[in-house]
């Protein structure tokens, strides 16, 4: 009778100290990162467009994971305040519609929801009718799933 009391006492000696007992809990890292994202919704042309803030001012950028650029229209960019003028148009290459021409600028920043990327290049472009979002801002985005019609964008930032 005894041995069964112990044997008893140590199987519930045993299962208190398992439940309080910790198990394996890392520390808590030091700087958590925050993942910033924007959806944007198919438009029913089949394209993604983002409005974003450009130097400060919106401009409304059809999505291209193609262009090597970021391509602003010639109103577009006089919207933002860059000095637009022809003669300093040099070409630029060759696209769809044949040689495309245009003025290297340089843009304070892009701002798409709460994804943001300072100083960088982009292009104006001759007789555009649609500013462009390409790879020098894409590049710096973390992630890009579409899945049927959104496109999800996800930044990872250290907080």
Not at 26 to 31: H, I, M, Q, V
Not at 36 to 63: C, I
Not at 129 to 150: A, C, H, M, T, Y
Request: proline share 4%; net charge negative.
């Amino acid at each position: 009778m005894i041995e069964r009391v112990l044997l008893v006492a140590t199987l519930a000696g045993g299962a208190t100290l398992g439940v309080f007992w910790p198990l394996n809990k890392s520390p808590a890292p030091a700087a958590a990162s925050a993942a910033l994202e924007v959806t944007l919704e198919r438009s029913s042309d089949k394209h993604f467009y983002a409005d974003t803030e450009v130097n400060g001012h919106p401009v409304r950028f059809l999505v291209d994971t193609g262009a090597s650029e970021i391509a602003l229209t010639e109103d577009d960019a006089r919207k933002i305040g860059l000095q637009v003028d022809p003669s300093k148009y040099e070409l630029l290459g060759e696209g769809a519609s044949g040689l495309v021409r245009g003025q290297y600028v340089e843009l304070d920043g892009i701002q798409l929801g709460a994804i943001r990327e300072g100083k960088t290049k982009a292009v104006v472009v001759q007789g555009a009718n649609v500013s462009l979002l390409g790879q020098p801002f894409l590049e710096n985005i973390d992630e890009i799933v579409i899945r049927k019609d959104e496109m999800l964008l996800r930044d990872q930032k250290d907080s």
